[in-house]
């Protein structure tokens, strides 16, 4: 294995499923406490001592939800193909777990961006839905997810579900500039010189402050699910090895 | 290009790049020519799904011409596909997919040469059906260029995309639906600039531009979405 | 703080349904997300004891 050690230990040490257990269940308290305080220091501060907006008011805090789920459920997408791609690269099974465990959780981020930006929608444009690029966009990174969801339960042997599920997740990622953009472009053909939601000259440090803690709570946040959701795949895969079932006789 | 293969490796058996390409081509091109009815049948779901929209929506011509654009490329799309599932159907049922994921040939070509007999039995014959069709929606004679050309570049980018996820679902029983959901959201920048097209061109503006954007997805196509139709082929078939 | 009193805070400037709606969904999105692998887990965990405490019965 001479030729492999440009790669760190921690990157090998990472494949065993049991130790990749345990350290998810020692950092899991720490994130949870830090996840706990940001999100509730971030919500009472974007909203009541954040600055309302001079133009859209206080429906202008919806954006603290809405902008760090719409961050979370793309970067969600990114870590899922990067995840399925080191899965069918080195044939690594936890990286295969991580992915798993990634497509719910964008997808629900990706629905709170999606429900956010409706609500938001109706107090700054007048209807609940919008054909803005943005929204679009993560309609489709939406649908994105979802295939990768179906394709993932329609096939039965858990490795080929992975393997399969990770060339979709790549070419969707290669995909999703094209479409953004695509959706963008056809935005402008369509609809010249609408009011953007999030799109402001300038943000007050008042106002993007609050929003950089939510998005880092929303960072935590996934941290924590990911690594709850990972023990439990860990687990459902390993459960007829040695340490697993020490582990639920010591229970 | 071609001592790339033939000098590579001495494997027996490996044939000349552009022999293979020509000869799985025929191959597929036969075997669908055998079945009549799977070659006609996205013509006739074309067909019928323009004629649903001038039932449902308005027959009135004004309204229709300014619809047809859109519904032109999206008929063509859902034609496109319908047909997706039956790719690598056959082949796979009856074992000659396995043969050629076991034989030294590239898979590269191969994949090629199926996904480009595919398009011309149903992107090039909805291509040369479309302006039939058009005529019927009452589009304006001068966004026929634009639709013909369009589609002509278009639709063999649906044919490759659809053909990845054809490739993934290949080895289950229920791939038809699932298809569609992995592949629609894959094929919505080609429906955006296909549709822009046609709607420049009928509104007199140029179309040179639009055509360069599918054209360049389609060399983005060509390029990378065999590699990927390859990867999953070889997932599907042996899981 | 920028606002006088609770009724002001609750009415969000007209926009209250609007942002409290968001915030709500967000809210239970969020604990959906938190529960589900917690329940997961301790449907697993129960399920697996009980499937090696029946193997080791048997043998």
Redesign the interface.
Known sequence: MAEKKWLPRWFYQLASPRWCYQICGKLLPWFTVAMLLLLVGGTAWSLAFAPADYQQGNSFRIIYLHVPSAILAQSCYMLMAVAGAIGLIWKMKIADLVAKSCAPIGASMAILALLTGAIWGKPTWGSWWVWDARLTSMLVLFFLYLGVMALNSAIESESTAAQATAVLALVGLVNIPIIKYSVEWWNTLHQPATFKLTEKPAMPAEMWVPLLVMVIAFYCFFAVVLMMRLRNEILRRERRSGWVKELLLSN | MSDLYTNSGPVAGQLHIGRLFVATLRRDLMLSLRRKSELVNPLIFFLMVITLFPLGVSPESGFLSQLAPGVLWVAALLATLLSMDALFRSDFEDGSLEQLLLSPQPLYVVVLAKVLAHWSLTGLALTLVAPLIAVMLFLPAQGMPGLLLSLLLGTPTLSLFGAIGAALTVGLRKGGVLISLLVLPLYIPVLIFGSAAVQAAVTGLPVAGHLALLGALLAFGLVLAPLAIGAALRISVSG | ???DSFSE?LA?????L??W???A??LV??V???LA??R??KR??AE??R??LREGNRQ
């Open positions: 703080m920028s606002f805070f969000m400037g007209g926009h209250g609007y942002v709606l968001s915030y969904l967000g999105l969020i959906y997300n938190l692998p917690r997961e887990r697993l965990l697996q004891t499937r090696l």
